[in-house]
């Protein structure tokens, strides 16, 4: 016989079951929302009047926007402050320290080897409510729209009391961007990333308590090609999302339900076979570069090896056959897609040749840390002296999952 | 016939199914680097200078079917308004199956188009079904949603994609769509998108754009932002020397690398032939003297007029969440935009509709005005894209940069999404 009583206790029994999966919803790493940590995976800069060993000796920059999207009050001070590192990723020689690409670039006369290196350089960025700042890698930041407290609506008054009214219908902002100041990229050239994480300003940590995800950012690289034009090439900056329980130190844990939400355990990369004849311009081949950054960071001692992680790439084509390879990744993993597995790109598994057809989805897991990054696919003329035509950068998907281990990023 | 007891338990299944439900809403989780069950690309060009090639993902270990509409956002040439002329197709994609096919071209069912040892050809791989042309002039968006054998909608949340534009010129830009991820579907005709079932649309979307109309500065500093005095080819400014009527040196570099201004400046290297340079200005009264400010027009008076500099321009592609595919409804969202500058000044539009698909530059008077020559007067904007009570609306922005020699490169940004309106609907025809 049906018991009723029975059935209902049972059903009240597993309403907290059923509540507390429900509530886990899994949020990853976004780029479409505001986070409290946003990560710029690729960013890279040169000038051939400053380089001689620009990549392609092509002139680039990355234009980086930084915004606040916490609207204004006249009441609360709304303003964020960003305490930003630019990561170096540049190689350099053993022997003479100069930057380099390969060991060959080192032999002047000792032997030296060219070693990939990780290097930090901090700065802060106040935001005040909704705005944006823009600066190039190459130039910096130096002189801000908004210092001291000024009026909303004309920036040339002066004013003590923030809230205050002034002006015609403004209010008194709480500071402006104050204190902040952007250095230029500190090697030319650069390639690298930019991790930028929403602080307490007095304490230079992330603030206790309630969740704070304010930051959104976004990443133009541009660059000359050969025959003068330009390429321009947009991302999101990819966002960790903070949670409600920030103990407020320096050690940020990402891992789903603590302080931020852990970064994806498996990377969705939809992308073109490099190689794969244009479906629109049979002229040009694309060709793709992906870019992979650890989401685990020690700022604080330089340790290389605490973001390690080993990439594992499940390769699917058209015919939905399947490849597989693996790659290490210490800091900053930035190759040509058939660069990855072999040094001879007709025979690498991401090339059409070896495929056979024209997109493919490469699954990538990370094993130890955890990892996220951003894509871009150029279309290239030529074959023995390949030119660049035009290229766009885009963001990686993810999928969802478990990530066995917590990543955290240690502030100095 | 339901007895007493099994009511209670009905009942009591219905409470607990409410708090599930009800417990399950979440905020509004459009994505665009999720898969989802419905995926939207908001736009689609395919036109005699532009062509779009779309990518579509199964992220899961099994078949998946999608019902896939084409939407023509282009003008009626009678009524000046979006045609909304739907066209719709299905596809089947195996497990993990990635799939790409051209929008003017679409792609056949060949068996025949097989790998070969020199390569691949164009459209290698297993044909995921018959995917109709657009014809030539086609500016639209493409809706795909996950559906079973029987044509009703599914939740499997399986699908990804991207959408690449590329122009004759060479120029690449490159988004990736837009997902909406199925909760707890109601598996019958319409989506309900209300973050109960589906989630919701986002109640307004931010991009961070250079200012429509501004410079782009990372073209002024690296690129072609001035024009040769003699020559007037294209040329780069920074770096090179400013000089003034007598074409002596006011700054360095290139002040015979004595740092001290007044000496004779060497032929600057964009700029060939003699003492040609390159300038980022003329003076008005006499247009065979350069300048870079007006203090350097003094000898000949009047002020310096910059040559054609880096321009920016911005588009804003809008589609509403809503659409009634067996009906043929389109569906209208009123948006209003503001617009915040670097000082935090802002600047609000009127609300305009938005029915079925729209592509407008941020100044253009039609999105309410609210950028109409502002900013101007920082380097970069935010643009807020606010939808109307129960309609969410989605889109994607574009930026064009341009250099002093007429070379123009775009990129195409996925909005940052806020907000959940919980209110749209979208009907399938089965």
New interface residues.
Partial sequence: M?N?KR??WA?VA??PL??GQ??A?RA?T?????AAVVIYPQVEAC?V?KSSICPGNL?????I?L?N?KA?SVSVNNSVTAHCFYLNANSHCTNSGNICTSSSQCQNGTFGSCVPGWTETDFNVTL???????W?A??GLRKF??TGLTC??D?SIKCLTPGASCGLNGTC?FGGNSGSLVPPAPEIPFVGELKCIEVDPATQTPFGGDARNDL?G?A?L?Q?LDN?????????AVGVIANDNNDGNSTLTLSMGDEYEDCAPVI?F?H??D???????SS?TAQSDLTLVPCSEDLQTGNTGSGASTAQFLV?????Q?FSTSRRVDCHFNSALSLIDTTQPTRSIFN??V???????T?IRSVGGGLTGVAR???VTGTSTVTT????????????GERDTPDTIQLP | MRTTKSRRVGSLLAVAAFVLCGATVARADTSTNRPGSILIFPKVVATTTRDTIIQITNTQAMTVRTHCFYVNGSLDRHTGLPQWQETDFTLWLTRQQPTHFKVSTGRAVDPSDNFTAAGSSANAGIDPGLIPAMPTGFTGELVCVDVEDSGDPLGDNALIGNATLRSTTGDVAKYNGTTVKAITPNEDNPLLLDDVHYNACPSSLRVDLLSDGGRDPVVDAIGNSGRCLVSGGPCRTQGYCNVDANYLCSSDPDCNGLNLPGGTCNANPDCTGGMDVCTPGLCANDGTVACSSDSDCTGVGGSCNLVQTSSVRNFLTLVPCSSDFENLVPGTVYVTTNVFDEFESRVSGNPIPVTCWTSLQVQSPLLGGAANGFGLGTTVSAVITTGSANAGVLGVAESVSTDSAGNSASSLINPMVKGSNPGDVIRISE
Avoid: C, M, W
């Fill in positions: 049906y009723t059935v209902g059903v597993a309403l059923i509540i429900s509530h919803v990853l976004r780029s479409d929302r505001p000038d009047t002139n680039r920059d990355t234009l926007v915004s999207t204004n005040t409510p909704d705005q944006p700042l823009s190039s190459l130039n729209p908004i909303s609506t920036q902002g959104k976004e133009t541009e000359i003068g034009t330009l390429d321009v090439a947009k991302y999101d969705v939809d073109l076979f190689g794969a004849v244009d479906p629109i311009d040009n699917f084509n058209e015919f939905e399947r059409a040749k495929t056979g057809t024209v997109a493919g989805q699954r696919l150029s279309f035509v035009g290229s766009a950068a885009y963001n990686l998907h993810q999928d969802v």
